[in-house]
């Protein structure tokens, strides 16, 4: 690098001195003066980084513009799943508020049951989930399902499981003995 620095700035030199010259005596004129001087900042400015553009690597230049292309690509069907999961994730809200809270009925309960399973499954897949995530987030079925099918002193055991379970997602202590606890599934619902 150091050397065509001192290349391009001693052909600078002798260009410029050579050039004036030719001017200076007439063998030259102006237009063709100035068209010399441009020719040899070109050149001179050329010299120092003619390494560099020998260098220049246009595979690897279109190669990079392909990942461009392949990324916004995924950015866009990024936005449909996106766009999938909002709609999922919309419709189990709204089905959670049209049956939160009413009277408890059991064709209706297994209805909303299997509906849950379903959008939630459905979700699970959009999202991509791995195994643990999906049974993190399947855990309170799971727990609701075990205290469904249970009954006597176990029942209340998977109910106390299913309120520390709820305790500790929010960041509550554990409790070793159940006082609040009714044993129900939900405010105006009898006990299952």
Request: charged share 25%; hydrophobic share 45%.
């Amino acid at each position: 690098m150091k050397t065509e620095s001192i290349i391009s700035l001693l052909l600078a030199v002798f260009g410029t001195t050579l050039f004036t010259i030719l001017l200076g005596y007439h063998l030259i004129g102006q237009a063709a003066f100035v068209i010399l001087m441009s020719t040899l900042a070109f050149v001179c400015i050329v010299i120092p980084v003619l390494r560099r553009l020998k260098q220049l690597d246009i595979k690897n230049l279109k190669m990079t513009l392909d990942k461009i292309e392949n990324a916004r690509d995924d950015v866009f069907a990024k936005e449909k799943d996106l766009a999938k999961i909002s709609l999922l994730v919309s419709q189990l809200f709204a089905f959670n508020s049209a049956f939160e809270g009413r009277i408890y009925q059991p064709e209706t309960h297994r209805l909303q049951q299997e509906w849950y399973n379903r959008k939630m499954a459905e979700l699970l897949v959009a999202i991509k989930t791995s195994s643990f995530a999906t049974e993190e987030v399947l855990k309170y079925f799971h727990a609701m399902r075990r205290y469904e099918i249970s009954d006597g002193a176990s029942q209340k055991l998977e109910w106390h499981n299913l309120m520390n379970m709820i305790r500790e997602d929010i960041g509550e202590k554990k409790t070793t003995e159940e006082t609040n606890d009714s044993g129900c599934s939900g405010i105006g619902m009898v006990p299952l």
